[in-house]
């Protein structure tokens, strides 16, 4: 009897009393490696932590099946295939019958994940990520981690609220790794893909598939992990293969509403390795930021004009989500174009509604009047006064114009406000300091800082 047909005695006797479900999930997947030494028998595992596995609980097994059957055999080694190597010897499952394979990969074997070359969004890029203060730690360390080479840290942990920018970086990532590693692999998957696909992979009992499949990528990137919260099984397998990307070194990208140890319904030994590596929160974005972004989706929108003042508005009043806010701009430009109409702020009001009204309700005139009159260094009693002198009148307008912007006020509700002024003297102030921006920087700049100071 020669060894392809010792292993296949060998692989039937393994199944018959290991069981079917432990059989299929450590066992199967090894394969027979040809050797030139005679006396020695070369099997081989995809990934270390099977090889591990098998070694520390059925090493001395293989060994005394073998030498049952070939007495000559002095001993089993249990070794670690290549990524590329063990897609080419475990492409289709091993039959029981199956001859030794070579241990190296054939020329022009395809790469592990041909098939998992995620179609990244192309709009997400680095070049397109606009970075200040509040994102600058994510927007370096998904940089670093998408340099060729080892990386300097791994996992690379991204927290935020929603629609912030954690998935515009973590695409940006896997696109700018393949384009320098053109035979590297990837994959990106929701955290709800993660648990549908392992949970369907025990089901059909082909856990190997799914293991090996995500173990050999070079780069794996798994989003809103909040999501497998509670569910044990799920954060058994998904704790081993963030342990295997770290005890081999490889690039992992996790993604999550909050820190790894904010989450709940997360295993504390969970938690504690994905805080091992870099941990990034992305702050919410600052008005500046917000207006910034809207300049950027603007440049992407040949031919269509939007006026500053409803770029400030949509800046100013929607600040829970980036995301939130770069739809609200499509909405506005589409219904635009749908109804042939210019965009301006009555338009703008009109079309998105409850969106400019959300943030607003968390400003009062109050607070407006006194960040006024602290900028400008006058009373606030002065700005419900009936004194009409310049230095007096141009804040109060400010403030009128900013009531207007950031409240849900009425018109005759902010005048009486300001010592029971009648609606069209709001109108006449918020039509004065529209005009002043465009023509006096000065005036301009005071508008925006208070804008930034009361939003933030």
Known sequence: MDQAKAWTRVRGNLRLSAGQRLFDQWLKPIVQIESDDADTVRLGLPSPFMTNWVKSHYADRLLMEFRALLPEIRAVSIETLSARAAQALVADDPAEGAQPVAAAPLPGAPATAAAERPRFDTRFTFDRFVVDTSNRVAFNAAKELAKPGKPRFSPLYLHSATGQGKTHLMHAIGQAYLDAVPDATAIYMPAERFMFEFVRAVREKDTFSFKSRLRGADLLMIDDLQFIAGKESTQEEFFHTVDEFMREGKRLVIAADRSP???????????????????????????????????????????????????????????????????????????????????NIAFAENVLGEALRGSQRRITIDEIQKAVSAHFEVKQLDLISQRRAVVIARPRQIAMYLAKRLTTRSLPEIGRKFGNRDHSTVIHAVRRIEELRGTDSEIDGAVRSLMRQLEA
């Open 261 to 343: 140890l904010a989450l709940e319904g997360i295993e504390a030994r969970l938690a504690s390795r994905l805080g091992a590596g870099l941990a990034a929160d992305i702050k919410p974005a600052e008005l500046g930021l917000r207006r910034t972004i809207l300049d950027r989706k603007l440049e992407d929108m040949a031919g269509v004009a939007v006026p500053s003042d409803v770029l400030d508005m949509l800046a100013a009043r929607i600040s829970s989500s980036v995301r939130e806010l770069e739809g609200a701009l499509n909405r506005l430009v589409a219904y635009a174009q749908l109804n042939s109409e210019p965009v």
